[in-house]
């Protein structure tokens, strides 16, 4: 499988993540915009984080319901890249079998050496993401109360600060209340909320892993590994004992120690090196996280076709085109989302303000696919709740600048 169809077929559970995502920070953001309370910050603050129960209660709910969809996901689309992979390197099978070269096997649906490993690759995307949906339910029980004692903290600021409030475009000598020192607080809050998003994964180096990303990364990891699975489990079924690596340049450094060699899966042919002997199964090695290598199952002597004719060229070019406009299409929904949570909030200026950059961005966008020949898929940029109401205020917005 090429990585444009892997990336296409990951599509679907990044998508139902990213809303996901929005759904609990919208729901974050519904739970204080009563922030206009005439009472002081401390105990607007009090009555905020006592009220986290209701909010763990809700987020549960959410999530339930956003995955509710999924239950056969990964069942059906684990035996799609199967079923894929088993299309493109059958035929070259049968021919062997055909020269006599090859004993016939059994066939692909009822290979227990296929289902084991199907099997095994279902349950490894399932726990990890159920590792994300527990850290996503975590993660934004401490982004809210991080943005109440952040809010509380920069609108006390604000309130006994002269400095602040000349900053803030406020006249000398005014006095600021605390409901409107937290709207104050809460744009800079809520900003950063929405810049870094919902955490799904923390991993070894520290980074942060946003719910589309690592989910991404992980169907097109697993999808990967099924074909790859796939086709020793077929290898196996016809008694071939032997597989080519591909090779390319700019290869990281343990799959370029393996890469365009031929190696015997059982390690019993001395000739050639063991299978077990490479990097495969390590995440940075042969056949891991965003390696670019393949395999083809080798009968010494014999060219077992695998790969159909194809611009493999004109493949990673259009692949990195569409990984460009689809992080021009996050950017733009990322504004979306913000403008979504500002219009919750009822604050129209900084609404206005995030209205006229969402208008840049869509220009950037535009100009791109125009520049690239892609197709403007408006459907990859919408974001729920953002409708032809908030569509309309923005661009009202915009007239007004």
């Not at 995502?21 to 922030?35: A, C, F, Q």
């Not at 684990?78 to 016939?104: D, H, N, R």
């Not at 990281?252 to 990097?279: E, H, L, N, V």
Request: charge should be positive.
């Amino acid at each position: 499988m090429t990585p444009l169809e892997i990336l296409e077929m990951s599509q679907s559970i990044t998508d139902v993540y990213e809303k996901m995502e929005y759904d609990l920070m919208m729901n974050v953001v519904r739970n204080i915009r009563n922030y206009d309370q005439v009472t002081p910050t401390g105990q607007w603050q009090i009555q905020k984080l006592a009220e986290m129960g209701k909010l763990n209660k809700q987020n549960i709910k959410l999530m339930a319901q956003a995955l509710g969809g999924t239950g056969t996901y990964f069942e059906d689309m684990i035996t799609a890249a199967a079923m894929q992979t088993i299309s493109e390197i059958e035929p070259g099978f049968q021919q062997a079998v055909k020269q006599g070269i090859l004993e016939e096997a059994v066939e692909p649906d009822k290979s227990p050496n296929i289902k084991q490993a199907m099997k095994g690759y279902q349950k490894q995307a399932k726990e990890s993401l159920n590792l994300v949906n527990t850290t996503m339910r975590n993660n934004i029980k401490d982004m809210y109360v991080k943005i109440i004692n952040d809010t509380a903290t920069i609108a006390e600021k604000i309130g006994r600060n002269q400095e602040a409030i000349n900053v803030l475009n406020k006249s000398a000598g005014q006095v600021i209340s605390g409901a409107e020192s937290r709207q104050q607080a809460l744009r800079k809050t809520i900003k950063e909320f929405n810049s870094k998003g919902i955490t799904a994964f923390v991993d070894k180096g520290g980074k942060n892993w946003t719910p589309e990303a690592y989910v991404n990364m992980v169907i097109r990891s697993t999808v990967g590994s099924v074909a790859h699975g796939t086709q020793l489990a077929r290898a196996k079924d016809y008694d071939v004992d032997y597989l080519e690596v591909s090779s390319h340049s700019g290869a990281r450094p343990k799959c370029a120690k393996d890469q365009g060699k031929i190696f015997c899966i059982s390690g019993k042919d001395k000739k050639y090196p063991a299978w077990k002997s490479s990097s495969y199964g390590e995440p940075d090695g042969l056949l891991g996280i965003n390696c670019g290598h393949s395999i083809t199952p080798y009968v010494p002597g014999v060219n077992i076709q695998r790969n159909f004719p194809q611009d493999e060229e004109e493949n990673d070019k259009q692949y990195k085109l569409l990984q460009g406009q689809r992080a021009l299409e996050r950017d733009v929904r990322k504004s979306k989302r913000e403008l979504a949570m500002f219009d919750v909030l009822g604050d129209k200026e900084a609404y206005q303000e995030i209205a006229i950059s969402l208008k840049r961005k869509e220009a950037k966008l535009n100009m791109y696919c125009k520049q690239n020949g892609l197709p403007r898929r408006r459907n990859r940029e919408q974001v729920e709740g953002f409708g032809k109401k908030q569509s309309s205020r923005a661009i009202n917005a915009n007239k007004e600048e």
